[in-house]
Structure formats: structure tokens, C-alpha cells
């Protein structure tokens, strides 16, 4: 898939390249000042060995270059987001499951391939930033970003910078207990927030109550498939399904929760929700109701709660492009 | 109070004076590059006029510096903890409750009379600085200072400043809802940690639970006072009685609890608890174990968790002096 966009009269100099690295496709778009994306490319991800997905990204950035219409030495660098554990300061993917990835070099291979700058990232880290970069976190000075999806996390940027802790884990709110003797987590923990309100727990809430006999039109979906989807709990909810939407409304509160004690603890100007789920409406209408009557409950939290505190992801189909360019893009900002 | 103390050969450009001003006293000392304070100098607080207060503090810090037998000349800078709200920038109590001030240039007014350069905090804030700089946070790059005493509050320092959030209030975990429909707060909300677990809670709790008729040794303490205190509850809890125990117990694992929130949102080096309360050995173990405890269930939590996450204030009696000191100490460092 390529697409042409007109490229004009930009500054050559401001132009980076945005590598959103996933486990089905690799996405890449030359990123001007303005955040506008030009040339998007998007390539199937041959997850065999990882030299070969190496070169499928050079050859998507080589693709977005050119379908930009601008030359190489127009581009300041290359900015990857990568699912996973990855070793900024040297550049290297420590381990991304969904790509086969261990300890490979990203940083050192794509230099000496493209000759241009390349800055690694994990690509909710990546996110954040492009959301403080491009999207609705433009013109703060610190955001948090909650990633709502397969998992549950909160990236912090504080003046332009990814806040990660002293072990990286700073944010990591999805881990928090949230009931006591709750669902079982992947992380080996009972009752954390994932358990409640990530997309695999839906999917498992809602099949275990249709399972125990709960009226819903589920159960013809589940007479047809091994397992529920979020996705499918989510349709059936927006078709009206009582069920579905008791359980993405219980999600929601503890989603409502969550983003009450991240303003508390870090005062956020605006916390950003990204991810599959955050494009549900009826978890968006759930959380932003419950924040809303935790503000009225709260004097503290009604004085750092605003209307706009709130917010969804302005990024969308770019998101992952975008957060990538951020990674050269912000970084030559704080140098300024 | 004053008290001689040696000062032979320290270089005099690191001298600051770092002064505590409370309600009932104001502390002040010179405090050399090793975190060593000399001159100690304590004068009542006369919260009469703002302007003799000021007086009062131009007096200690004039004492402390001759007590200390340095000449002006030596010092590099004034560093003031003030309770309260405060204008950093311009350097302005806008509103200390307990010294009846409002609005209070205190910044112009000190250096013009001193002809020194002085900086002005709120003193929680300063004690974090405190911490960060002479105290068991010394050498770390991010710390929460979580301080327990008529109040609950906790304060980050990240990369060697303190990280105030978007409207002052990052770090109010104190107000955060701990238990639903739980006891009235004094922000207005209800079940808040503050109303859980501070000095007053504790005290209130006592009370109520021996005028409902359980047996406790505060029952005598109660008859001859309108009113139990915090410290007579810690006091009746060290001499073993148990509904003391209790209530101390169970204000623990409310810390715990927030301590475990601070740490899955911050993740940082070292988690510093001060305040009268943070004396109370009781209540320190409960917290430990308590925390402990949880790194056992939740192996995210036990990524971040290492038996020196929490730690007692090491400052103790010189805290204020030395938060104060920092104002200064830790400004020139991030200039260097």
C-alpha cells in the first residue's frame, strides 16, 4: 500500500521518517514540522529471521522516501517504534515476542544500511511522545498517555521527556491491584487492572458469563467460535447488548480509577487515551462520566480536573508513524 | 538555643544558611558541602506582624552565621522552608495558615535586608530537596518523600528537582479515596488516606472506638482530656496496648497501600517517609511488612521493590534546616 502526498515547500531539514514496527506490518511516512505524514508505506512483516524483517523496514523506509518525493539528504533520521523491550542508549530490540526478536541491533544495523541517524523506541513509549509531539498533547509540558489495548499501561512525558523510573516501570498502573482476589493477570497477579479492563479481560468476562448461562446475544457468537473477542463484546455493546455493556461500563470505572490516581500522583495538564479500546465510545462515555463524579466527590482532584483533562488519542491511523518521527523529532528540539 | 560547632576548613564558597520557619519556632544554621550544619540558632515565631516575623528570621540567620564564626561574606545564598503555599519564582508566602501570612514578600524583603541571594519553598518541598541532596536519597536520581503527620502528602524529586505537576499538586495521594463512604476528610472528600492515616485520624479513631466501649488503656488518657492526641495513641501503642496497635496497624497498611501506588506510577530509587508519624516504630513495621508483602503478590511490583525501597528520614532533628540549606545547595549544583 503506498499513497502520494504532496510535498511542497517544506523545510528539507525538518523532515524525518516515522517506522511504526509491528508483528503483522511495518508501517513508515516521512513526518514534516507540521506533523503531517507524506508518503505512508505499509509492509507485511516476515517474522523468519530478523535480518530479513531488517530489511523489509529499510526497504519501507527507502519506499516512503521516495513516494514522499524527497531525497535522502533531506532526511534528519529515522525514528522506529518498536513493540517490546529495547535498549535506547544503544539501540537494540531486547526482546519483542510478537517479531521473534532478541537483542538485535536496530540502531547500528539501519545506520550503516541508510547512512542517516536512527533512534530506537518501544512503541507506547514512541506513542506518548508523538502524542506530545503531534497530537493532543501539543503545547503542554507533561502528559500522560494510557495505552488501552491487549494490555493496560501509562507513559509519562514530563518537559519533552519519556519519565521512565529507575527500572523502566514507572507507569505501570496496570500492575496495581484493583481487586482483591480478582482475575487472574498475565503478569502473575491477581485483581490488577489488566485483569479487569485490557481487552483479553473482556473478552474472558463476557464468556464466562454467557458460559454461566447470562442472557446475550454473545451466545450465538460464541456457538460459532472457540472464544470471544473484545472486539466481538465490543460490537454486541454497541449494538445494545445489556451485557456487553455491563461489563465495558465496569470496565470503565476501574479505567475511571486509574486515570483519578495518575492525576493525583503526577498532576497531568491532559491524559491521553490511546489504543483499540480507547476508539469504544462506550468505554469513553464511562470513564470521562465516572472521572467527571470522582471531580465533584474529590475538592483535591476537582482542582486538577478540567473538562479537557481527559482525551482521545488525535493521532489515530498515524499514531504509530507519528510517535516514531517524534523520536528524532523531539530529540533535535531539546537540543535546540 | 544556640550551639557552637567547629568549622575549620571547609571552603567557604560552599556555605549556605538554610532556615525552618515554622509556626511555634524558626530554625536556622550554616550548612557546609557535607551536609554538616553549624551554628544552630532556634527563636520563638512572634505571629503577630508579618514584619516582625521576618525580623525574627533576619535575626536567626544573622546568629546562626556569627554562632558558626564565618563572616557573611562566605555564605552563597539564604534557603527558606515555609508551611503553606508558596510562589517560588517570585519567592512570596502566598498564604502560611499557621504564621498568618498571606501574600508575604519574603524573598525581597530578606535579600535587600541581608544582601544575600535567598530562595523560598513550601517545606515539604524542601525537605524533599533535603533528602535528595544530604539525606538517605543522597546519590539517587529520583525519589518520592511521602511525609505522615498531621498531614499525608508525598513529593518527587526527579533528575535533582522537585516535580510539582501542572498545578502544584502532584504527589496528593493523601487525597486519593482509600475507602468508600470512609471517614470525612478535612479537603471535604471522604475515606481520603489523609482521613485514614494521618496524626489526627489516628487520634480520632482512638477516641471514637473507646466512646463506643472497647477496652483500652486511652479510656484513662480520655477521661482527662477533652480530647485524645496522635501521640498519645502511639504513645498507649508502644506500651502495648492493643486497640492502639490496631488502629496504628491498620493506618500502616493504608501507607503500604499508597506506597505500592507511588511505586507502580514512579518507580523510584528510594521512597522516603518523614514526618512525626514516620517515628513511630509500630507503624514502620507495619508498612515494611505490609509492602514487602506485596512484592510477594505482584511480580511487577517486586521488579521495582528492593529492601531499601523504604526508608526512614535520615535528617531527623536538622530536616528543616537542611531542606531549607538545599534551596541553595542544590540550585548551584544544577547551574555547575
Known amino acids: ?73 533531506a532526511i534528519r533520521g529515522v525514528g522506529l517504534g518498536i513493540p517490546g523491550k529495547v535498549d535506547v542508549e544503544q539501540g537494540i530490540s531486547l526482546l519483542a515476542v510478537n517479531l521473534g526478536w532478541r537483542d538485535v541491533s536496530v540502531k547500528s544495523h539501519l545506520e550503516t544500511a541508510l547512512g542517516l541517524p536512527c533512534n530506537v ?14 497530537g493532543v498533547g501539543q503545547g503542554t509540558s507533561n502528559l500522560v498517555y494510557l495505552i488501552l489495548g491487549t494490555g493496560v499501561a501509562a507513559r509519562i512525558m514530563i518537559a519533552g521527556q519519556i519519565y521512565r523510573g529507575s527500572n523502566g516501570l514507572a507507569g505501570e498502573i496496570g500492575h496495581a491491584q484493583f481487586a482483591v482476589d480478582g482475575p487472574q493477570c498475565r503478569c502473575g497477579g491477581k485483581g490488577c487492572l489488566e485483569a479487569l479492563a485490557a481487552g483479553p479481560a473482556l473478552a474472558q468476562r463476557a464468556q464466562e458469563t454467557v458460559r454461566s448461562g447470562a442472557p446475550s446475544s454473545l451466545r450465538a457468537v460464541l456457538a460459532q467460535h472457540p472464544k470471544l473477542t473484545a472486539e466481538q463484546v465490543c460490537e454486541a455493546a454497541r449494538q445494545g447488548d445489556q451485557l456487553a455493556r455491563q461489563i465495558i461500563t465496569a470496565a470503565g470505572q476501574h479505567v475511571a480509577h486509574a486515570i483519578y490516581l495518575l492525576a493525583l500522583t503526577y498532576d497531568p495538564q491532559v491524559i491521553v487515551l490511546g489504543g483499540g479500546l480507547a476508539q469504544v465510545e462506550i468505554l469513553m462515555e464511562t470513564i470521562q462520566t465516572d472521572v467527571a463524579r470522582k471531580a465533584e466527590q474529590s475538592p483535591i482532584f476537582r482542582e486538577i480536573y478540567h473538562k479537557q483533562l481527559v482525551r482521545l488519542t488525535g493521532l489515530k491511523q498515524d499514531a504509530g508513524i507519528l510517535g516514531a518521527a517524534a523520536l528524532i523529532a523531539a530529540h533535535d528540539r531539546c537540543r535546540q
Open 121 to 134: 523506541e518501544n512503541d507506547v513509549n514512541a506513542a506518548a511522545m508523538g502524542e506530545y509531539l503531534y
Open 1 to 73: 500500500m503506498q499513497e502520494q502526498s504532496a510535498l511542497a515547500t517544506h523545510d528539507p531539514g525538518s523532515l524525518v521518517v516515522g517506522v511504526d514496527v509491528g508483528g503483522t506490518k511495518i508501517a513508515a511516512g516521512v513526518v514534516d514540522a507540521q506533523g503531517q505524514v507524506h508518503g505512508r508505506v505499509q509492509l507485511p512483516t516476515t517474522a523468519s529471521q530478523p535480518e530479513e524483517t531488517l530489511n523489509t523496514i529499510i526497504a519501507a523506509i527507502t519506499s516512503a522516501i521516495q513516494t514522499a518525493g524527497v531525497s535522502f539528504a
